[in-house]
Nanobody, 125 residues
């Protein structure tokens, strides 16, 4: 499985960006996909994830109401729409896929097997 993240860039505070994560290779009938981010000098942290078979979605409190995860099934692409961006959202954003069957959205990086290469989001104040 290959994940290709894109869509990062420089945006002013209050602006919006949409990240994309295109997947190719093996497909899974049950899986979760998530977005993580790593800010400078910090650990990788969970942003949002969804179990696509059940629709169960979990957002970190820091992005709830501002970020939305979605998917284009035909294009095997997952999106992260980010609105009302803040300087503290500045980070490298990674998409990740967990091919396991979990009743809840995993929030730890170790739960995810496949990772995209990351795309940099910079929010200026």
């Amino acid at each position: 499985v290959q994940l290709q993240a894109s869509g990062g860039g420089l945006v002013q505070a209050g602006g919006s960006l949409r990240l994309s994560c295109a997947s190719s290779g093996r497909t899974f009938s049950v899986f979760a996909m998530a977005w993580f981010r790593r800010a400078p000098g910090k650990e990788r942290e969970f942003v949002v994830g969804r179990i696509w078979t059940s629709g169960t979605t979990y957002y970190d409190d820091s992005v709830k109401g501002r970020f939305t995860i979605s998917r284009d099934n035909a294009k095997n692409t997952v999106f992260l729409q980010m609105n009302s961006l803040k300087p503290e959202d500045t980070a490298v954003y990674y998409c990740a896929l967990d091919p396991g069957a979990n009743p809840r959205v995993p929030t730890t990086p170790a739960a995810y097997t496949y990772w995209g290469q990351g795309t940099l989001v910079t929010v200026s104040s």
